[in-house]
């Protein structure tokens, strides 16, 4: 059985290199800002290749593009582009950047989690107060965001 205090073993300790965590939380907020405006400019452009039907479905093409955009960008760099200008990227457990499968799972669960709002608060109250800034999701798939300039 894996020990508490082990189960992530590759991501480096708060407590003793808190600096890999300093201000994630905030830099996430303003990742997620601009990928929802990148999100949107790109649901935008993609409107007249729908022969403009893209208009009556625009909530599920906006949702569509998010997904697309956020699993390319978290499997190639472990970071989409909002996190990359904000400095930050994910690990899993073990310090390594994100495969293709835990990239999937993790915006699958971020979307999850946004779906629901009790879920959404918990995830936020948990980023804001967790010794590495994880939220809901990143913490049951063992991830975490950590500072470009201090790389483990």
Do not use: C
């Not at 300790?13 to 601009?34: E, M, Q, S």
């Not at 955009?69 to 457990?93: C, D, K, Q, V």
């Not at 629901?116 to 109250?125: E, H, K, R």
């Amino acid at each position: 059985m894996i020990q508490p205090d082990t189960a992530l073993w590759g991501l480096p300790d708060p407590d003793t290199h808190g600096d890999f965590y300093a201000d994630t939380t905030i830099k996430r907020f303003f990742a997620w800002l601009v990928d929802t405006v990148l999100i949107l400019g790109i649901s935008l452009l993609a409107i007249p290749f729908t022969a403009f039907t893209g208009l009556f479905f625009f909530g599920f093409l906006f949702l569509a593009v998010g997904l697309v955009y956020r699993i390319w960008a978290m499997s190639s760099r472990s970071a989409t582009p909002g996190m990359r200008l904000m400095a930050i990227e994910f690990r899993n457990s073990r310090g390594e950047r994100f495969d293709t499968a835990t990239a999937t799972l993790h915006v699958l669960m971020f979307y999850f989690m946004t779906t629901f709002f009790v879920l959404q608060i918990i995830s936020i109250i948990l980023m804001l107060t967790s010794s590495r800034g994880q939220g809901l999701h990143d913490m049951l798939l063992g991830t975490a965001a950590i500072n470009l300039s201090r790389k483990p």
